[in-house]
């Protein structure tokens, strides 16, 4: 049975899994971060901190990584924001969110340069903007995907009353393979693999991005305010650890997918896996100095397109929400 990304053994979540440091290093010796996920089960978007630690680049920091996979997506803000993780690997709206609630996170570092969220169809069969009106959509029930939807819709001077929307449960891939619905919402390194190692088809894609939706950053490197005041230099040292993961991850893409399904083979999918980090590769673009650097245009464009959609009624200043100030050697 071929597994998508949110079909990986639920059990794995709520579980925490400690990236122990290499043989030969006394505990004594390093810091432990917690550092909670995103996605309540193991995630190929994880790779880089995986290898990482395995390669030792944490422990050369004076740091090991306690990685917790929430038991809801919800959880992770939770965790970081009441101090029970000190990192959390987000999305960018799962921060702004917590800050409209007055949550002590703060966004340090980007994962990925752009937004690379649409719809997607089955292989073959493209759809325009306009030819969405009437269609049946497979969705998640959250704020930002309508938000992008109605974004993409307004393009072709429609709202989401023209089209007809399926909630997925934990999963848009299948609604799509079994023809419960006409196109799906997603992205490419998540549904768009799915489909490929589910579906053996390459999905048509529609870019929002081409359709009124700001090309900026999905996923996010957070942490805990008052942990970040306390011990920068930690933070400092967790982001350099994280920076030269993401390169090696990048340069040795298989070993990297092997140290993944040594720390969770029992949540482990190959296919899925190793199509999914060939996948994300490409969204950190040439990788350069600026690899993390999280840039004030794209908050601003961001935050101005979810005021204007009344996602966000008052957002506040784009540096509220992101710093830079930890990406210092």
Not at 54 to 75: C, H, N, Q, R, S
Not at 233 to 238: C, L, M, P, S, Y
Request: hydrophobic residues 45%; glycine residues 8%; charged residues 20%.
């Amino acid at each position: 049975m071929n597994l998508t990304r949110r079909m990986l053994l639920a059990a794995a979540a709520a579980i925490s899994f400690s990236i122990s440091a290499p043989l030969g290093a006394s505990a004594q010796e390093l810091t432990k971060l917690t550092f909670v996920q995103e996605w309540p089960t193991p995630d190929g978007f994880w790779i880089p901190w995986i290898i990482g630690s395995k390669k030792g680049f944490y422990k050369e920091e004076g740091l090991e990584l306690d990685i917790v996979v929430p038991p809801t997506v919800a959880d992770t803000m939770k965790f970081l924001g009441t101090g029970r993780a000190q990192v959390a690997f987000t999305t960018v709206m799962d921060v702004i969110f917590a800050r409209s609630e007055e949550a002590p996170v703060t966004a340090i570092g980007r994962y990925g340069l752009g937004n690379n969220w649409g719809i997607l169809g089955a292989e073959g069969k493209p759809l325009t903007v306009a030819e969405l009106k009437g269609k049946r959509i497979g969705i998640y029930n959250d704020a930002w995907t309508k938000a992008q939807l109605s974004m993409m819709l307004a393009d072709a001077n429609l709202t989401l009353n023209d089209i007809e929307t399926v909630a997925a449960t934990d999963d848009t891939v299948p609604l799509l393979l079994q023809n419960r619905v006409d196109a799906i919402t997603g992205i490419t390194n998540a549904e768009g693999t799915g489909m490929k190692t589910s579906g053996n088809q390459t999905a048509s894609f529609l870019p929002a991005i081409a359709h009124g939706v700001p090309n900026t950053p999905i996923f996010m490197l957070a942490g805990n305010d008052a942990w970040l005041k306390e011990h920068p230099d930690q933070a400092k040292a967790f982001l350099r650890a994280t920076a030269k993961s993401i390169v090696y991850a990048a340069e040795h893409p298989q070993e990297s997918v092997n140290a993944f399904k040594e720390k969770y083979g029992k949540a482990y999918d190959e296919a899925f896996i190793t199509q999914q980090w060939t996948d994300t590769v490409p969204q950190f673009g040439k990788i350069g100095d600026d690899l993390l650097v999280n840039q004030e245009a794209d908050w601003t464009k961001l935050l101005d397109a979810l005021k204007k959609f009344d996602v966000v009624k008052a957002p506040q200043a784009p540096s509220t929400y992101f710093s830079n100030a930890y990406l210092g050697k």
